[in-house]
Structure formats: C-alpha cells, structure tokens
C-alpha cells in the first residue's frame, strides 16, 4: 500500500505493491532525513515504512557529520555515551516517523511504521526489555513508532506485555518455524490480554520479522563442508522455503478460532516481514529475497541498494509463495536427508544475531564516548 502516484514508481515496485507487500527501507540516518532522501523514497519508490537496528545506526552516527553539533551540545551538558546515542537514536526516529505521518493516516497506521530496537544487551532480561520498551515509546511519543523486541526466549514474554501495555511490536531476530510459531503465540496474548484491560486493539500493530539471507549463508556454509552433489545441489534453496514455510504458518494460525475471536474484537494480525533481504553470494540474483517472496498481507524491509535492484530489473511474480509449499516441504526434507540440521541453524543464527547487534551497540558507544570527549 502506498500513497505515492503509482506512475511515479518504477513498475516491478508496484507490482509488489499490488500483490501486497509493503515496502520498508531497512535504513535510516540523520543524511536520510536533513536531504529529502527519505522522503523521496517514498515518493518515487513507494517506501511505505522504516526500519532501524544497532548495525544501522552504528554505520549513519560513526560516518556523518550531521550528529557533530548534538553531540557537542550534548558533551558540553555532561551526558555520557548511552545518553547521548539514546538521545540521537530517538531524534532521528521520531522525524521519520513524522516523515512517514501521511503514509500512517493513509493507510489506517498499517504502515507508515518506524521501528527502534530496545538496548540488544537487553536481550536476555525480560523485565529490562519491558521497562526500556516503554521508554522509548513515550520518548518518540508517536504513533506509527514500532518498538523492536528480540524472539529469544526472554523476549516471548516482554512482547506480550508490552502488547498489553498498547506498545506496538517489530519482533526481530526470528530464524526458525518453532520460535515463529512461540512468536504468535506471544503476540496474540498481548492482545488478548491487551482486551482483558479494556484497551482497544484496532491502532495495535505488529509485524514478525523473519531473517532471510543469513539462513542461506550457514546452510551452504554446511552444504560445502558436506561436499557431496545432493548436497551441493541444494545451495541457495533453504532461507526461501524457510520463508514460505512461515508464511504458510501465518496463514494456519490466523484461520484459528482464538485467531478469529480476536479479529472480531478489531486485531489485526502480526504480519510476516521478511528481513535480511541482501543477497550475500553474488551468484545468486540479487533479488531473489524479495521477487520469490511475493505475498499478500507482508512487509519486506530492503536497503536501498535492494530496493533499486527491484526497481531495475525485478522479475516479480503474483503470489509466488503459497504455491510453492510442497516444494519447500521437499527442501527440508532434502536437507535433512543430507545432514543439514535446520534446528542447529536457526538457533545459532539467534545467538549469533543477538551477539552482532550487542557488538555494535557496544562500538556505537565507544565511538561516540570517544567523540564526546573530544578525541573521537
């Protein structure tokens, strides 16, 4: 859904308009913002959302200029390095949420989302999670603003609570079906119990972003270190039928009758996006993240340079997921078949994920402690 003159944007991008799949810019920085860029993405690409990670502003703080008078206003205030990035973090993430305002009321604040990540430190502490979730929210105090909680184990219980609490959810950080499925489950509570406490649930948003790339980037990893033709032969085929397969779960909980209850109270359901939509191996095209999976009701969240790749040449083809369930049944069958324990995987893609944020989170703060004291 876009507010955007659809002659403005390049075909294959409506095309994906078309066939339900949001757009979102997994990118933003203070540039985005002071340029125009954000806003022209929206209009000539169609971006109709947001989203932010510790990577992301690791990359915009410690590479632009644009932060230095805030941070030598905020040195000469005292403030430390958590203080500091805390308050950048939220500017930035409030002007894009006020960038993507008209895209909100358009479409009913199914997008025009903007997404902040709670402290990925957190990631193991639910009531941290909980208390900093809140901050966030009544610090951007916006509402198309998604706070981003981590699937972990410990992130389950903060996403509902913080549904409850009528804080909408980015739930980041999901590799595998089994977590996807404890994912749905928290989010529905959330809401349940959001009910329970007479709020209302139809302004309630959510999304369930599933990681794409890095799945395949450790099962060919594995493939190649088995080495044999069946093994070799099943590259670049596992993150995509991940994908379809959690979509495919989507589609079974939300014909449930706890679903349906919910629905007829005003839910709206926790749509699939698909994150980590880069191509890391450059024999495969580098669309393939995005033109194989074309669903209704999905967000997919590219980087730029994704988004013009899509634009360019994109081969998009009308709901290119729920057909293909079966063959994707068939890949996991053949990957296990072969050795690859798809279990294994996507738990150390949790693990190795909450670890990559945490570092540069952590390198985030060094830069800019060292720029606060001047040294930087």
Same mark, same amino acid.
């Given at each position: 859904?876009?507010?955007?003159?659809?002659?403005?944007?390049?075909? #294959?991008?409506?095309?994906?308009?078309?066939?339900?799949?949001?757009?979102?810019?997994?990118?933003?920085?203070?540039?985005?913002?002071?340029?125009?860029?954000?806003?022209?993405?929206?209009?000539?690409?169609?971006?109709?959302?947001?989203?932010?990670?510790?990577?992301?502003?690791? @990359?915009?703080?410690?590479?632009?200029? =644009?932060?230095? &008078?805030?941070?030598?206003?905020?040195?000469? @205030?005292? @403030?430390?390095?958590?203080?500091?990035? *805390?308050?950048?973090?939220?500017?930035?993430?409030?002007?894009?949420?006020?960038?993507? =305002?008209?895209?909100?009321?358009?479409?009913?604040?199914?997008?025009?989302? %903007?997404?902040?990540?709670?402290? #990925?430190?957190?990631?193991?502490?639910?009531? =941290?999670?909980?208390?900093?979730?809140?901050?966030?929210? =009544?610090?951007?105090?916006?509402?198309?603003?998604?706070?981003?909680?981590?699937?972990?184990?410990?992130?389950?219980?903060?996403?509902?609570?913080?549904? @409850?609490?009528?804080?909408? %959810?980015?739930?980041?950080?999901?590799?595998?079906?089994?977590?996807?499925?404890?994912?749905?489950?928290?989010?529905?509570?959330?809401?349940?119990?959001?009910?329970?406490?007479? *709020?209302? /649930?139809?302004?309630?948003?959510?999304?369930?972003?599933?990681?794409?790339?890095?799945?395949?980037?450790?099962?060919?990893?594995?493939?190649?270190?088995?080495?044999?033709?069946?093994?070799?032969?099943?590259?670049?085929?596992? &993150?995509?039928?991940?994908?379809?397969?959690?979509?495919?779960?989507?589609?079974?909980?939300?014909?449930?009758?706890?679903?349906?209850?919910?629905?007829?109270?005003?839910?709206?359901?926790?749509?699939?996006?698909?994150?980590?939509?880069?191509?890391?191996?450059?024999?495969?095209?580098?669309?393939?993240?995005?033109?194989?999976? %074309?669903?209704?009701?999905?967000?997919?969240?590219?980087?730029? &340079?994704?988004?013009?790749?899509?634009?360019?040449?994109?081969?998009?083809?009308?709901?290119?997921?729920?057909?293909?369930?079966?063959?994707?049944?068939?890949?996991? &069958?053949?990957?296990?078949?072969?050795?690859?324990?798809?279990?294994?995987?996507?738990?150390?893609?949790?693990?190795?994920?909450?670890?990559?944020?945490?570092?540069?989170?952590?390198?985030?703060?060094?830069? /800019?402690?060292?720029?606060?004291?001047?040294?930087?």
């Amino acid at each position: 859904m876009t507010t955007a003159p659809v002659d403005s944007i390049p075909e #294959p991008l409506v095309h994906l308009l078309r066939n339900g799949v949001s757009i979102w810019l997994d990118a933003l920085s203070r540039d985005r913002l002071v340029s125009g860029n954000l806003a022209e993405l929206v209009r000539s690409r169609g971006v109709v959302g947001v989203t932010t990670n510790p990577s992301i502003f690791q @990359a915009a703080i410690t590479s632009s200029s =644009a932060y230095a &008078a805030d941070l030598a206003t905020l040195a000469a @205030a005292g @403030a430390d390095a958590e203080a500091a990035v *805390r308050r950048l973090t939220v500017e930035d993430v409030r002007a894009a949420c006020d960038v993507l =305002a008209d895209v909100a009321a358009a479409t009913d604040g199914v997008d025009g989302r %903007v997404s902040l990540e709670v402290d #990925p430190r957190l990631a193991h502490d639910t009531e =941290a999670t909980v208390l900093q979730a809140r901050a966030l929210w =009544a610090e951007v105090d916006r509402a198309n603003l998604l706070i981003k909680i981590p699937a972990t184990k410990a992130g389950l219980p903060a996403i509902t609570r913080c549904l @409850a609490e009528g804080i909408s %959810v980015n739930v980041t950080l999901i590799f595998g079906l089994q977590r996807y499925d404890e994912v749905i489950d928290a989010f529905m509570s959330g809401m349940e119990h959001c009910l329970a406490a007479g *709020r209302p /649930v139809d302004r309630l948003a959510s999304v369930a972003s599933f990681f794409v790339s890095r799945v395949d980037s450790e099962v060919d990893a594995r493939l190649e270190a088995i080495g044999t033709d069946e093994a070799l032969a099943l590259r670049g085929r596992a &993150a995509v039928a991940n994908a379809r397969l959690a979509y495919r779960l989507y589609e079974q909980r939300t014909t449930t009758e706890r679903w349906t209850r919910l629905q007829a109270q005003g839910a709206r359901s926790q749509r699939p996006l698909w994150a980590s939509t880069s191509v890391k191996n450059p024999d495969y095209s580098d669309t393939l993240y995005v033109t194989e999976l %074309v669903a209704p009701n999905t967000v997919n969240t590219m980087p730029e &340079a994704t988004i013009e790749a899509v634009a360019e040449h994109g081969q998009v083809r009308p709901d290119a997921v729920r057909s293909h369930y079966d063959e994707a049944d068939a890949t996991f &069958a053949s990957l296990a078949q072969v050795g690859v324990d798809l279990a294994d995987v996507t738990n150390l893609l949790e693990d190795q994920g909450v670890d990559k944020f945490a570092k540069s989170w952590d390198g985030l703060l060094a830069a /800019v402690a060292a720029q606060l004291d001047g040294s930087g």
